[in-house]
């Protein structure tokens, strides 16, 4: 069975960095790599958002809060997503949740109607 398994989560100041990993496991056909794949997050009391969603081929979309700080890769080969987190703000704080298998593209950063979900990673920013 596919898992999606986040890590690199914490304790950062603001202005400082992260880089969140989702390594998908179990995979054995591949198929994941034409997949989408995406970042949402959730802070406490608040719903799940979408950060940042990348095709295939490497297109990317971001939410508006995160863009020019927040970049999201996948190096196929290694079957791995990454979110590269820059200039954390301690409204970035959340628990940060690796998705994939959406078939409406990038309507997925806003509807979060995706597959599978990994179990999620915390970050937390502090001011």
């Known amino acids: 069975q596919v898992q999606l398994v986040e890590s690199g989560g914490g304790s950062v100041q603001a202005g400082g960095s992260l880089r969140l990993s989702c390594e998908v496991s179990?995979?054995?056909?591949?198929?994941?790599?034409?997949?989408?794949m995406g970042w949402a997050r959730q802070a406490p009391g608040k719903e799940r958002e979408g950060v940042a969603v990348?095709?295939?081929?490497?297109?990317?979309r971001y939410a508006d809060s995160v863009k020019g700080r927040f970049t999201i890769s996948r190096d196929n080969a290694k079957n791995t997503l990454y979110l590269q987190m820059n200039n954390l703000k301690a409204e970035d704080t959340a628990m940060y949740f690796c998705?994939?298998?959406?078939?409406?593209?990038?309507?997925?950063?806003?509807?979060?109607?995706?597959?599978?979900w990994g179990q999620g990673t915390q970050v937390t920013v502090s001011s």
């Open positions: 998705a994939a298998n959406c078939s409406y593209g990038y309507a997925c950063l806003t509807d979060g109607n995706w597959g599978r």
């Open positions: 179990g995979d054995t056909s591949g198929s994941y790599r034409d997949y989408y």
């Open positions: 990348i095709n295939s081929f490497g297109g990317t």
